[in-house]
């Protein structure tokens, strides 16, 4: 069921190729590969895994040239599923395509407002992508996560190069910043859908946003990902969370437990959101599951809580996962109409 709350937008392709045109001839400036080779790392702890279990000399040493999908079988007729299952997401990390999530860099210097998206093409092929950075530079950054079965954002992952020329279209979207206000920011984004916010978040530090009146506002960022490199930008917000005593940046890392010694969040956002919100504050009864999460402990450095009825939302991701975010922010009281969303198909 579709929640009328979460922003329409042109999310046909073919609506792409016919946003205004910027230019025919853009000229890629940067190109950059986010996420890292893990690999060492996944044998380093699988074999460690198969040592205490006791099953080093049955399955081990395990090397990159195992047969993992058998060590899967065979961990699960030796009655071992949990182990089975953790190989299994090792697995997909070790044999993921390499780069995952890059970020580009364009030329064109155009108008445009924090948070929107342009249409892309690269080698004829059009697709959306949002606007990465501050209106207040002179190029125009986007970042893209590989969907391993698409056209486009493998080629961009793959063979986009500095002097490479792409033509760009719009710029388009209504997930920009709401009016200025009082209220805290909330910033809510799965993978990629943290693109639009890094753009607004620069844009808000820049320009003196989160302040209303000399009163400081606070600004969260809860950002979910499997791993903790697929985080974009991660370098630059956790340098922001260092620095600004109102910037609160909660990663949420589902898998990364497994592979590291993470002790931050790994539930999903919204549940990190309730952990993170101040149940005094809440009016509404919110039904046993989300009661659960809101009475949870934080698992993040951050101390301060969030007060629903003071804060500007904005959500952005795949569609699926808005919906879920947007759907747990209106039950804990948050307006409708302070709430926008952007999802990505
Ligand atoms: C407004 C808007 C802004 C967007 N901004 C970004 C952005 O900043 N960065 C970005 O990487 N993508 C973004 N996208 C998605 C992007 O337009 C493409 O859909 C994506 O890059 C896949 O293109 P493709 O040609 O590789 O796959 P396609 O061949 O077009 O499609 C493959 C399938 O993957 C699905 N899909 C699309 N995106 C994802 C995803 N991230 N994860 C898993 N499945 C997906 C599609 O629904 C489709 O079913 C945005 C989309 C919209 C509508």
């Given at each position: 069921m579709v929640d009328a709350t979460v922003r329409k937008h042109i999310s046909q392709h073919d609506a792409i190729g016919r946003l205004?045109?910027?230019?025919r001839s853009a000229e890629v400036t940067a190109v950059e590969k986010m996420d890292e080779d893990r690999r060492s790392e996944v044998t380093t702890v699988l074999n460690r895994w198969l040592e205490e279990a006791g099953l080093e000399d049955t399955y081990?040493?395990?090397?990159?040239?195992?047969d993992w999908e058998r060590l899967s079988e065979q961990l699960l007729s030796a009655e071992k599923p949990g182990l089975a299952r953790r190989v299994a997401t090792l697995s997909e990390r070790y044999r993921r395509p390499k780069p995952m999530l890059v970020r580009a860099r364009f030329s064109p210097d155009i108008d445009f407002l924090a948070g929107q998206y342009v249409g892309l093409s690269y080698n004829g092929v059009p697709r959306a992508y949002s606007i990465?950075?501050?209106?207040?530079?002179?190029e125009l950054e986007i970042c893209v996560r590989r969907v391993p079965s698409g056209v486009l954002s493998p080629q961009l992952c793959d063979t986009l190069s500095v002097g490479d020329t792409v033509t760009v279209r719009g710029p388009y979207g209504e997930l920009v910043l709401q009016d200025h206000s009082p209220r805290e920011m909330v910033f809510l984004a799965t993978g990629t859908g943290v693109a639009p916010f890094k753009g607004m978040i620069d844009y808000v530090f820049e320009t003196g946003r989160d302040e209303f009146k000399g009163e400081t506002r606070d600004v969260w960022l809860f950002l979910g990902t499997a791993?903790?490199?697929?985080?974009?930008?991660r370098e630059a917000f956790e340098k922001l969370h260092r620095e600004r005593d109102n910037f609160h940046f909660v990663p949420c890392l589902s898998r990364e437990p497994i592979l590291s010694d993470w002790d931050g969040e790994s539930d999903y956002v919204q549940h990190a959101l309730l952990k993170h919100?101040?149940?005094?504050?809440?009016?509404?009864p919110l039904g046993a599951e989300l009661e659960q999460w809101i009475r949870q402990e934080p698992?993040?450095?951050?101390?301060a809580l969030l007060d629903p009825t003071n804060v500007d939302v904005y959500a952005c991701g795949i569609n699926a996962m808005v919906y879920s975010l947007v759907r747990a922010v209106e039950r804990i009281g948050v307006p409708p109409e302070r709430i926008e969303s952007e999802g990505f198909g």
């Open positions: 205004p045109l910027i230019t081990g040493p395990i090397s990159g040239e195992h990465a950075n501050s209106p207040t530079e002179d791993w903790l490199d697929d985080l974009p930008y919100t101040d149940v005094n504050a809440v009016a509404a698992d993040s450095d951050v101390e």
